[in-house]
């Protein structure tokens, strides 16, 4: 799988747009960017994923670069409880192939 | 709509005792995943049961056994505890091993060796 880097902690101001960045520029073709958040002491949670196309949906956006080298995981009014590690994951779409969770963001939504 | 359910939530051993981590899920799901998450760090597997009747070794198995008891239950067993497993351990199921729509957690369980 390829590796992701991402920012190792962000503030957001409350009801404010939350923009989660995350660098892939290994990603292989058939490799799609998963996004997932952990809320503290809560098991993780999936967000969104995708492979080439931006994609919506009721909790959150991903715009996904054309060259698919980065993506930016958007929360577009970020709420205190959207205070939590964000995780950006990609992985390939195959048996065999486990998601593989590295630091992630932490972020912080303030009033 | 429970969804994964972990028990116990918390435990405390001493160094050489056993003890059997559970997991249940509720929604029909053929592969489940034990998680290791240490304090700060990401989450790292340490098995997974495509389907009922198969485990396989993830990242990090030494220590550890699991069985698939049925589809439904998928335990994970420490023979003889050691501090280095202090963690917060997380079960998962999903659909299938490729599924897109991602994992479903369980709340964890906190295990601390003394």
């Known amino acids: 799988d390829a590796k992701t880097t991402q920012p190792t902690s962000m503030d957001c101001a409350e009801g404010r747009a939350a923009n989660l960045p995350c660098n892939h520029s290994t990603i292989s073709g058939n490799e799609y960017v998963y996004w997932y958040r952990q809320i503290h002491s809560q098991g993780p949670q999936y967000i969104i994923h995708g492979l080439k196309n931006n994609e919506t949906n009721e909790m959150a956006s991903l715009i996904i670069t054309e060259d698919r080298k980065s993506s930016t995981l958007i929360l577009p009014h970020a709420t205190l409880r959207d205070t939590a590690v964000y995780y950006c994951i990609v992985r390939e779409h195959n048996a065999g192939n486990m998601l593989t969770f590295g630091g992630g963001t932490r972020l912080m939504v303030k009033p | 709509n429970a969804g994964v359910t972990q028990t116990p939530k918390f435990q405390v051993l001493k160094t050489g005792q056993s003890m059997t981590l559970q997991c249940a899920q509720d929604?029909?799901?053929?592969?489940m995943y034990w998680y290791r998450q240490d304090p700060g760090m990401g989450l790292r597997l340490i098995y997974y049961?495509?389907?009922?009747?198969?485990?396989d070794k993830g990242e990090v198995p030494n220590g550890y056994n699991v069985s698939r008891l049925n589809k439904r239950e998928f335990s994970l067993r420490l023979e003889s505890a050691a501090p280095s497993q202090t963690s917060v351990y997380f079960c998962?199921?999903?659909?299938?091993?490729?599924?897109?729509?991602?994992?479903?957690f369980g709340s964890g369980t906190r295990l601390t060796v003394v």
């Open positions: 049961s495509a389907s009922e009747g198969t485990t």
């Open positions: 929604m029909n799901h053929n592969s």
């Open positions: 998962a199921s999903s659909e299938k091993l490729t599924a897109h729509y991602g994992y479903t």
